[in-house]
């Protein structure tokens, strides 16, 4: 509490006054020795504020509030305040009102007497507060066994501030359990259980009372546990197998199964009542691990058991016949699976000996067998030619293959060794060191000879080295060592060679003869692709490397090797300025294989990586149908998704599995879903993606591919399904017309149209939107717009309420998804009046609301004459008179037929409202829509390709005038 001196005290009325008081020695001032307390206390409940005084006369003790007198019941008998003898204020009952706070405050008691007063320190005065309304009240809890549960609670705003407590099922909650904490409002349970669970109440507490929150449920739910598990189960093929599973929770969990590495084996598999996994008939595709899922409200829990099914041994990569030359190394390929794995061993035709992986190479020699099963057989000898058996085995069953190798001395199976780097042209003195470069690669390693000038170089010169990189050196050169130096790369497939001249003269300036580094040289064009094919020629493109070297590339070299055509590489293209370059004079029906080199001031760049075979077309009278067509049809092309391009072009992908060299191009498939397919042929058997274009818009494609060869055909790739985006209609609907119809006394317009033509609504119509376009005035300066719309599959819509005598014009556009649009040409409707009957006349007057008022005038005044004549009847009663009152009315409806009257002399139609048009918007302007005369209106444009759709000029459409007394105009019908 806080205690405000008071220095000096200003009473709102004079102090009373003491008359005839002597001072006597042992009077004394007055003392307060009793201060007022401050004080909270509830509306409506009596309470004290104490003060006692001593002095000599007693003092006279008065109050004081917030400075002002306080009126007790002394002055005023009604008053709910007393003043006590023992000087204390008692309040008989507190009163607070929203507006009104009379005993609010802070208080004072003075006490005086002759000699002086004394006031009292401060009391305070609050009115203790405790609103109905919970500031946040708790909300249902849903949580797992063992998890916290936390409920808030703001109790309702209160002086003083409330305290909070909780009840759970009206039984207060004991927060001394050691898992209970109740801080801040809210109430927090740690490792909740299932005792937990209940309606808990929110109890906010002060001085006036408690105030209960809505009540809350804690729900305690349990996570599902498994009391029985799936095992890991090892079966033989054809088996039947269980997977049990048994689970409890609450709320009681539901149990599904799934397979980790894909779907559970469709029509084989079966869950049964007491949720365990029943799989007949496994085959090996069914190996994986299968999980029982369990869940309910609260929580989720998974359980694994593998399958393995044994099966019997499978070879998956068959070896291959391979034809080799003595000398060689040769490998094949066996590649088995099966469960358990099988063990792999390989057997010669005819031979008792068997080679196993990792055998003694005492006892296998030349053969040997590695732990995947590959038999390889080093330095190959004549006698070597023959069949060689791979046999694999498990306890599920055993298997076999074998394949034929054939030694011959001129193998046509190896491609040539490559030279990268070869000797180039050297000018030296006499005496100093020549070193010729010859950088090889090639599969076997090839061996390397030097000639010159044709002649092989013998090694019994002491001046001549080979070193180990290939690199030929001659030192002390000599006038005589001059000449035309070749690199000869030879191996079992074939040779290369590459040739320089080294000139030693006198002149030679061998500061000058310095040699090239290598990055001077321009790095390696990429991999050259094979971009089209014929019968004698193939046109080849490929990517320049990044690194130019020393110099900017000036031209390629493109290289060529084909068995049919030697055994060595040939230059057929050089000084190429382009990244592109077509190949001519091939041979037809021929293998043939490319690299291409890159040229810059300081020599050639090393080889780019071998093209992918390409075959030229033609066909041979030795091409064997029957292994083209195996080849091709183990060509496995996968389709990607198309990338769009554009709304009528997408780009197709694809990546091609088990290349052949039969593959001589690709066809490409594509149509409308449900319509005929379309071709488009890809010549390159290098090429990935093709684009296709003109599609249509807002359309649904299926396109698949298919490798070709020839007349031979692959297999097709999966189809896939892209859609083009949609665009706006190019096209208006076609073949609008109007036809009249008779409604209810009412003219209306039924419009129908036909669909744009299909390949230009650019997608699939939602909707057509009609324009209704109508004037007014005579300069034609007021328009009027009316926009509808109807479903796509609706082709006509009706207009009601039409007006004789003015010009309609309507527009119909079709609307996609990508908006709307182009809009028909304008047609135009008039309304003849000859076919206003005298009935919609009357109509149209009766109508009106000058003639409803005119109608309702007359009936009031018909009621007043009555009720005169009753009052002068009763006056009168001595004798009898009938009165007869008759009015004349005339309704307060104008039917002008000067200039600017509506329609022909017809009241009222559009300048009343409108209310016999319904389709005119509420906002449209009452306004009379016909011109002076009988001139007919027009406000919508002719020219749809501006900007502004509507203009006020006049239009040049045919306008259909309708007469429903005769024959309506321009094919119109009524």
Known sequence: MYFHSIP???????????????????????RIVEHPSDLIVSKGEPATLNCKAEGRPTPMVEWYKDGERVITDREDPRSHRMLLPSGALFFLRIVHGRRSKPDEGVYVCVARNYLGEAVSRNASLEVAILRDDFRQTPSDVVVAAGEPAVMECIPPRGHPEPTISWKRNNIKVNDRDERITIRGGKLMISNTRKSDAGMYVCVGTNMVGEKDSDPAELVVFERPVFTKQPVNQV??????????????????????????????????????????????????????????VSENSVGKAEASGTLQVHVPPQIVVRPRDQITAPGRTVTFLCGTKGNPPPAVFWQREGSQILLFPVQDVAQSGRFSVSLTGELTITDVQVEDSGFYICQAISVAGSILTKALLEVESAPSD??????????????????????LHCHIMGNPLPSIQWEKDGQRILGNDGRISLMDNGTFQITNLQETDSGLYTCVASSSSGETSWSGVLTVKESADSSAAQTTEPFQLPGPPHKPIVTDVSKNSVSLTWQPNAHEGGAAVTSYIVEAFSQSAGSTWQTVADNVKMETHTITGLLPNTIYLFIVRAVNAYGLSDPSPISEPVRTQGRGAAL????????????????????????????????????????QGYRLFYRPVGGNWLLQDINSPSERSSVLSSLLKGTEYEIKIRPYFDEFQGKDSRTVVVRTPEEVPSAPPRGVTVATVKQSNASSISVSWEPPPSDRQNGIIQEYRQVWCVGSGTDNHTRHHVNRTVDGNTLSAMLKGLVPGVLYQVEVAAVTSAGVGTRSQPVSVLFSESHV?????????????????????ACWVILMGFSVWIYCRRKKRKELSHYTASFAYTPAVGFPHGEGSGLNGRPGVLGGGMGNYPWLADSWPTTNLVHSGKEAVNCCTANHNSAERYYNGKTSEPVYTINCSGEAKNGTHC
């Open 837 to 857: 009957s005298l009935a919609e006349q009357i109509t149209d007057v009766v109508k009106q609301p000058a003639f409803i008022a005119g109608i309702g005038g």
């Open 624 to 663: 064997d149908h029957r292994q083209v067509q195996r080849e091709l049809g183990e060509v496995a092309v996968q389709l990607q998704e198309p990338a769009m391009l554009s709304t009528s072009a997408v780009r197709v992908s694809w990546s091609v599995d088990r290349q052949s060299q039969y593959v």
């Open 414 to 435: 190896r491609v040539p060794p490559i030279i990268r780097q070869g000797p180039a042209n050297h000018t030296l003195a006499p005496g100093s060191t020549a070193q």
């Open 235 to 292: 079966v033989l093929a054809d088996d039947t197998v269980d997977f049990f599973c048994e689970v409890h929770g609450d709320p009681t969990p539901t149990v599904r199964w799934r397979r980790e590495e894909g779907e559970l084996p469709r029509a084989r598999f079966e869950i049964r009542s007491d949720s365990s996994l029943r799989l007949t008939q496994v085959r090996a595709e069914d190996e994986g691990t299968y999980t029982c």
């Open 8 to 30: 000096k005290l200003t009473f709102s009325s004079p102090p009373p006054c003491f008359p005839g008081t002597r001072h006597r020695l042992e009077d004394a001032p007055p």
